[in-house]
């Protein structure tokens, strides 16, 4: 069988299989780390975006608390409504402090919407110093006016002229 064939020839052929089952293992072996690998990978990423969630939401959170303790210096007019911004800040503080490690990503997100909603109520109405609570005037004359109209008695003694031609 040898003298069919050269030498030359056989060995190419040898190197060429060699070659092909060498690719083929690569290639499986490739295929198994990347379904290993990937999702790890993956798994990784989203753990350090939940990470980085948490960190921004307590950054976010001492940021509010240092705006109420500065901010409360200044407006003095809206004391009460800052102590309650800054007791509720300080519950969520207090929680953070606690269940930090153990919070889900929804309960990440919950908590970061709520400190949103309280830096919008300290950039729409506590920087500028407005007020939530709002002063109303009431004009009591025309309110008396009113009641002494619809009562008889009431136009009476409203009128001491018309009292006094009539004895009463």
Known sequence: MDDRFPKATLLKKDYIAYLAVGL????IV?????VVWLPRKLHSSIMWEDQIASEEMVEL????RAYMVDIRKHQKDIDGEIALVKGSLDEIAGY?????DRMSRSQIDDINRQLKYFESIYRSNMKPGKSFITTEKI????CLAKMLD???AGRDKANPEKNAG???
């Open 150 to 152: 619809s009562s008889g």
């Open 139 to 142: 004009d009591s004359s025309r």
């Open 166 to 168: 009539t004895g009463k």
């Open 30 to 34: 490739f295929e198994i780390l990347l």
């Open 96 to 100: 953070l402090r606690e269940h930090k």
């Open 61 to 64: 959170e001492d940021l509010l």
């Open 24 to 27: 083929f293992i690569f290639v």
